[in-house]
């Protein structure tokens, strides 16, 4: 028996019990609604990150929060310097560490740990310097 063409109630043409072309658009729907489930998912999942933050990391770029909170879970104990940390000179206690070209955290130096105070735009961070 010759393998005829039918048509579907779909009003497609093809060989087969189903119509593939309604399958495929079908399975390309369902693959669409998942990966925007997914991407709200992370999106959520992203926002709800920011609580376990030990300093307010919102409204920053998505890099500068991630690379921010790999220096917050790496500096232990004053070694600052690895990062490329430098005082502040009108502030001993400060430690301003570079957390990407536009990016400054400073912290609190408190005696043997830092901690933590905020991550500012370079251009902020130029502005709350006296004298320039
Ligand atoms: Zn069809």
Same mark, same amino acid.
């Given at each position: 028996?010759?393998?005829?063409?039918?048509?579907?109630?779909?009003?497609?043409?093809?060989?087969?019990?189903?119509?593939?072309?309604?399958?495929?658009?079908?399975?390309?729907?369902?693959?669409?609604?998942?990966?925007?489930?997914?991407?709200?998912?992370?999106?959520?999942?992203?926002?709800?990150?920011?609580?376990?933050?030990?300093?307010?990391?919102?409204?920053?770029?998505?890099?500068?929060?991630?690379?921010?909170? @790999? $220096?917050?879970? *790496?500096?232990?104990?004053?070694?600052?310097? =690895?990062?490329? #940390?430098?005082? +502040?000179?009108?502030?001993?206690?400060?430690? @301003? $560490?570079?957390? *990407?070209?536009?990016?400054?955290?400073?912290? =609190?130096?408190? #005696?043997?740990? +830092?901690?933590?105070?905020?991550?500012?735009?370079?251009?902020?961070?130029?502005?709350?310097?006296?004298?320039?």
């Amino acid at each position: 028996m010759a393998k005829r063409k039918r048509a579907f109630p779909c009003g497609h043409k093809g060989y087969g019990k189903t119509c593939h072309r309604c399958t495929q658009e079908r399975q390309a729907q369902d693959h669409q609604v998942l990966a925007i489930a997914e991407k709200r998912n992370k999106k959520l999942e992203w926002e709800a990150s920011f609580a376990q933050d030990v300093i307010d990391l919102r409204g920053l770029p998505d890099y500068v929060v991630v690379k921010a909170r @790999s $220096i917050i879970a *790496t500096i232990t104990h004053k070694n600052y310097r =690895e990062f490329g #940390g430098k005082r +502040l000179r009108h502030n001993r206690f400060i430690i @301003s $560490i570079p957390v *990407t070209r536009n990016y400054r955290m400073l912290c =609190e130096d408190c #005696g043997t740990f +830092l901690i933590p105070q905020k991550v500012i735009s370079h251009e902020a961070y130029n502005v709350c310097k006296p004298g320039s």
